[in-house]
């Protein structure tokens, strides 16, 4: 297996395309999937798009009882007990997921805060480190042997544009020594994101596991942003005759969730991709590679996709959760 150039590959899809669209042609009987925060936002049509084609998904929460009623309807759908910010929660999912003795073909690490009040896990760890990274980080070693026995798995890092804002602060990414500063953790965090997914591809795939990251678009009202202000919300969505959110005032493109989801599931599920892994997509595509000073709303930046600093985070991030990985 080759190394995958982070360009297109003219997939044919776009920015308007729907999960559902994505999925049109697919059936994934006998499939199993895990979404973390598939009961909600993008992370809920990702669990519907999955499980309407055939996928039994496993949708991990921190309060199942909250998450039930947004899945009820959906088919083939599992719901079970996480919290990424706890790893004994952690190690205790994977543990009772493995002992089904079911195979993994697809992990979609969906879940996220987004530029919280500075909080931290019980280790004093930051929380959009934590939540974002490290608890997929760990969440993705303790079900490799499940992914392994898939015979070709695929696990998909939901990351962000937001990652332009700056790469990975490798002296001090818990803001010990360093004022909190809110986006600066979240851009860390989605940097980090498309390292691991860049580094698990390197040394997944010789047991068939590739590794994508995503930037699903942007999405208002999933939730995401529950700790921000109006004001830091931005501008105001623009709706068209159909009430679909198009535009804001300063020409932003959003998406629907329906949109949102579409290549989280692309890099999940399409032929397209047979062969290729560790490389960062947006609009159902492989995105451009753009250099550290470029204005461009897409495309991925130098310090998510520098192979020197995937290995030194997943270093990092084995001391910091004192789990080991088995590939």
């Known amino acids: 297996m080759n190394f995958t150039k982070q360009s297109p590959i003219q997939s044919g899809y776009g920015s308007l395309t729907t999960a559902r669209e994505i999925v049109a042609n697919c059936d994934l009987s006998g499939k199993t999937a895990i979404v973390t925060g598939g009961y909600s936002g993008i992370g ?19 309060t199942p009882e909250k998450a039930r009623a947004s899945l009820e309807k959906i088919p083939n759908v599992e719901l079970e007990e996480l919290d990424l910010m706890n790893s004994n929660s952690i190690d205790n999912f994977a543990q009772r997921f493995l002992a089904t003795g079911r195979p993994l ?4 690490n969906s879940a996220g805060v987004m530029a919280p009040p500075l909080r931290r896990d019980a280790r004093g760890y930051e929380s959009q480190f ?70 698990l591809d390197k040394r997944g795939r010789n047991f068939d596991i590739r590794a994508f990251s995503v ?21 105001k969505p623009i709706k068209d005759e159909q009430g679909q959110v198009v535009s804001n005032e300063n020409n932003a493109q959003f998406k629907t969730v329906e949109q949102g989801a579409a290549t989280s599931v692309w ?9 290729m892994g560790g490389v960062y997509c947006e609009d159902c595509d ?31 991030s084995e001391r910091l959760t004192g789990v080991e990985y088995i590939i």
């Open 44 to 62: 809920l049509e990702t669990t519907r798009a999955l499980a309407n084609v055939g996928a039994t998904v496993i949708v991990p929460a921190r």
């Open 105 to 108: 073909h697809i992990l979609v």
């Open 130 to 199: 934590s939540t974002n990274h490290l608890g997929h980080f760990q969440l993705t070693s303790k079900l490799c042997p499940a992914l392994k026995i898939a015979c070709g798995a695929r696990v998909v890092a939901v990351s962000s544009r937001g990652h332009r804002l700056g790469g990975v602060d490798f002296e001090d990414p818990n803001f010990k020594h360093h004022e909190y500063e809110k986006w600066r953790a979240y851009a860390q965090s989605k940097t980090a994101n498309i390292l691991f997914a860049l580094e």
């Open 215 to 235: 930037h699903p678009g942007l999405v208002p009202y999933t939730g995401l942003g529950r700790d921000l202000t109006e004001a830091e919300l931005g501008p």
């Open 267 to 275: 890099c999940a599920t399409s032929n397209q991709l047979d062969g």
């Open 286 to 316: 492989i995105s451009t590679a753009e250099s550290a000073d470029s204005l461009s709303a897409t495309g991925v930046r130098p310090w998510a996709i520098d192979p020197e600093s995937a290995r030194r985070l997943w270093d990092l």
